[in-house]
């Protein structure tokens, strides 16, 4: 089992984008990680209506 | 003998260059000499191109002296983050990794707009590594430096250009700004920034950060100078996939208009909070010039920081997802730990925020129905010291390069034009955001050029420079 809870997933998500990720950067990116997720779940918990389309290429 | 331009205005130089009363060759040797003295300590150059500008100064003064038109830029000196792709060098956008890039083999959108005004290129300016950042340090270049105070951060991750312009080495800077990156340096500088709406300007031949949110855009020492700037640099461009295809709207014939009937209200809630007194007080002498007494709410402006972080964290990633693989140790560490987390986070929280930001664009597009301006903070600070890590704020201890953008990400989140106006507290400026609807840089302009003429906003002159 993963010291962190995170570290399970830090490593099965880096396996599946080849990307390396040295144990000297491990707290940092868990760091970083925690903050990203934390924010997004402030995001995810805002209800949306189904419809609402994504405003992914945004013209004002 | 070089002549000195110290403390002229990018109009001002233009009028006399055509005028005949100074040429544009001495122009741009007295900006070189002022580069030459000054940026060992402001540091905010990186590449100088002296004799690219030479040539492109000696070509306005053969047109002036051949009776040819020139425009309303003719021998202006500015500088571009070095994102901007500048001929004949590599973009390097603040990293190690880009400098093994081959040269450009032609400008970006921008600088030939400038140029094709009269302006003169002079250099590209130091960045936060892949514009990654807030404070202006760079691991690689070292940190731009303040130009009210040395030991202190400029701002990022226009650091250079705000350092440049703020230093009075150049009237005219280029910057980008995706969260904050124009904002934040204009108001740790003290200068006037413009982050226009989102697609408005070209970003073609710009080293790419965030696609949903990059912007570019001017720095200047007052707001003629950043108008005319901006009216040089509209225009459509099929180069970008995002430019609009409006048509150009001059800014610079209205801003003797006045603000008589604008509508001016404070942001509340989020915007006054986490904010040092500094702030306070620049937010309240702009408030009671534009006599602005209505407090506006934006909504969810927290969840709009939220959902802008995690688009920019995760676009981000996808940009540098390569690179990640193959250099990462030549990567700033900090930048390249940011960026893994961003590849890690999972893909239906990316395409919510993208979803909640129509829905908060919708919002706040409805108060503008009622309101022309909504004033903010542009930092919650001044400018902090270089290396500063955290600051206490209501006896907490927060970090400092995660908050230092949190009133301009809810702003840029749904590309908002913004003026930031430097307001000259002492010892040091702080910025305040002047925001307005889409396509209203006009109305921004406006407003800053009013509180400018009041003496409320004014770029202050540095100390020994």
Same mark, same amino acid.
């Given at each position: 089992?993963?010291?962190?809870?995170?570290?399970?997933?830090?490593?099965?998500?880096?396996?599946?984008?080849?990307?390396?990720?040295?144990?000297?950067?491990?707290?940092?990116?868990?760091?970083?990680?925690?903050?990203?997720?934390?924010?997004?779940?402030?995001?995810?918990?805002?209800?949306?209506?189904?419809?609402?389309?994504?405003?992914?290429?945004?013209?004002? | 003998?070089?002549?000195?331009?110290?403390?002229?205005?990018?109009?001002?130089?233009?009028?006399?260059?055509?005028?005949?009363?100074?040429?544009?060759?001495?122009?741009?040797?007295?900006?070189?000499?002022?580069?030459?003295?000054?940026?060992?300590?402001?540091?905010?150059?990186?590449?100088?191109?002296?004799?690219?500008?030479?040539?492109?100064?000696?070509?306005?003064?053969?047109?002036?002296?051949?009776?040819?038109?020139?425009?309303?830029?003719?021998?202006?000196?500015?500088?571009?983050?070095?994102?901007?792709?500048?001929?004949?060098?590599?973009?390097?956008?603040?990293?190690?990794?880009?400098?093994?890039?081959?040269?450009?083999?032609?400008?970006?959108?921008?600088?030939?707009?400038?140029?094709?005004?009269?302006?003169?290129?002079?250099?590209?300016?130091?960045?936060?590594?892949?514009?990654?950042?807030?404070?202006?340090?760079?691991?690689?270049?070292?940190?731009?430096?303040?130009?009210?105070?040395?030991?202190?951060?400029?701002?990022?991750?226009?650091?250079?250009?705000?350092?440049?312009?703020?230093?009075?080495?150049?009237?005219?800077?280029?910057?980008?700004?995706?969260?904050?990156?124009?904002?934040?340096?204009?108001?740790?500088?003290?200068?006037?920034?413009?982050?226009?709406?989102?697609?408005?300007?070209?970003?073609?031949?710009?080293?790419?950060?965030?696609?949903?949110?990059?912007?570019?855009?001017?720095?200047?020492?007052?707001?003629? &100078?950043?108008?005319?700037?901006? &009216?040089?640099?509209?225009?459509?461009?099929?180069?970008?996939?995002?430019?609009?295809?409006?048509?150009?709207?001059?800014?610079?014939?209205?801003?003797?208009?006045?603000?008589?009937?604008?509508?001016?209200?404070?942001?509340?809630?989020?915007?006054?909070?986490?904010?040092?007194?500094?702030?306070?007080?620049?937010?309240?002498?702009?408030?009671?010039?534009?006599?602005?007494?209505?407090?506006?709410?934006?909504?969810?402006?927290?969840?709009?920081?939220?959902?802008?972080?995690?688009?920019?964290?995760?676009?981000?990633?996808?940009?540098?997802?390569?690179?990640?693989?193959?250099?990462?140790? &030549?990567?700033?560490?900090?930048?390249?730990?940011?960026?893994?987390?961003?590849?890690?986070?999972?893909?239906?929280?990316?395409?919510?925020?993208?979803?909640?930001?129509?829905?908060?664009?919708?919002?706040?597009?409805?108060?503008?129905?009622?309101?022309?301006?909504?004033?903010?903070?542009?930092?919650?600070?001044?400018?902090?010291?270089?290396?500063?890590?955290?600051?206490?704020?209501?006896?907490?201890?927060?970090?400092?390069?995660?908050?230092?953008?949190?009133?301009?990400?809810?702003?840029?989140?749904?590309?908002?034009?913004?003026?930031?106006?430097?307001?000259?507290?002492?010892?040091?400026?702080?910025?305040?955001?002047?925001?307005?609807?889409?396509?209203?840089?006009?109305?921004?302009?406006?407003?800053?050029?009013?509180?400018?003429?009041?003496?409320?906003?004014?770029?202050?002159?540095?100390?020994?420079?």
């Amino acid at each position: 089992m993963a010291a962190e809870p995170l570290d399970d997933y830090i490593n099965a998500v880096a396996k599946a984008l080849a990307l390396p990720v040295e144990e000297a950067w491990r707290p940092a990116v868990r760091a970083n990680l925690e903050v990203s997720l934390r924010l997004a779940r402030l995001v995810d918990d805002f209800p949306l209506p189904d419809e609402i389309e994504p405003a992914s290429v945004y013209t004002a | 003998m070089t002549v000195s331009t110290d403390g002229l205005s990018a109009q001002q130089i233009a009028q006399a260059v055509t005028d005949r009363e100074l040429s544009a060759l001495d122009a741009t040797e007295a900006a070189l000499a002022r580069i030459a003295k000054h940026d060992t300590v402001l540091n905010s150059f990186t590449d100088i191109t002296a004799e690219r500008a030479r040539a492109k100064a000696r070509t306005v003064d053969a047109a002036i002296a051949a009776g040819q038109k020139v425009g309303p830029l003719a021998g202006v000196p500015f500088a571009v983050k070095n994102l901007f792709d500048v001929k004949g060098l590599a973009t390097r956008a603040g990293s190690k990794i880009n400098r093994d890039l081959a040269p450009s083999t032609r400008d970006a959108t921008l600088i030939e707009r400038m140029e094709a005004q009269g302006a003169v290129l002079v250099g590209a300016l130091n960045m936060g590594e892949y514009a990654y950042d807030f404070t202006g340090e760079n691991v690689h270049d070292g940190p731009s430096r303040n130009p009210h105070d040395p030991t202190r951060m400029t701002g990022g991750s226009s650091g250079g250009s705000g350092s440049a312009v703020g230093g009075g080495l150049v009237p005219i800077a280029l910057g980008s700004d995706t969260n904050g990156s124009i904002r934040v340096p204009s108001s740790f500088c003290g200068v006037f920034g413009l982050k226009p709406t989102y697609g408005r300007l070209s970003r073609a031949r710009s080293f790419p950060f965030v696609a949903s949110l990059d912007h570019l855009g001017p720095f200047a020492r007052n707001v003629g &100078d950043l108008a005319l700037a901006y &009216d040089a640099m509209q225009g459509a461009d099929a180069d970008d996939a995002a430019c609009t295809t409006r048509p150009v709207e001059p800014v610079t014939p209205l801003l003797a208009q006045g603000i008589d009937g604008l509508r001016v209200a404070v942001a509340g809630g989020y915007f006054q909070q986490n904010v040092f007194p500094e702030a306070v007080e620049a937010v309240a002498r702009v408030a009671k010039a534009l006599s602005a007494t209505q407090t506006v709410e934006i909504p969810e402006a927290a969840r709009a920081r939220a959902a802008a972080y995690v688009i920019t964290t995760t676009e981000g990633a996808s940009l540098h997802l390569d690179r990640l693989r193959k250099r990462p140790n &030549d990567f700033d560490p900090a930048v390249r730990d940011r960026l893994i987390a961003g590849a890690m986070v999972p893909a239906p929280l990316v395409d919510r925020a993208q979803k909640f930001r129509r829905w908060y664009r919708a919002k706040v597009l409805e108060l503008f129905k009622s309101v022309d301006v909504i004033i903010a903070p542009a930092t919650p600070c001044i400018a902090p010291k270089l290396g500063q890590v955290n600051f206490v704020l209501d006896g907490v201890e927060l970090p400092v390069r995660a908050n230092i953008g949190i009133h301009t990400q809810p702003i840029s989140f749904i590309g908002l034009p913004v003026v930031a106006v430097p307001v000259p507290l002492v010892p040091m400026p702080i910025g305040v955001q002047i925001i307005a609807a889409p396509w209203r840089e006009d109305i921004a302009l406006r407003v800053a050029h009013a509180l400018e003429r009041a003496g409320v906003a004014t770029a202050p002159i540095p100390r020994g420079l």
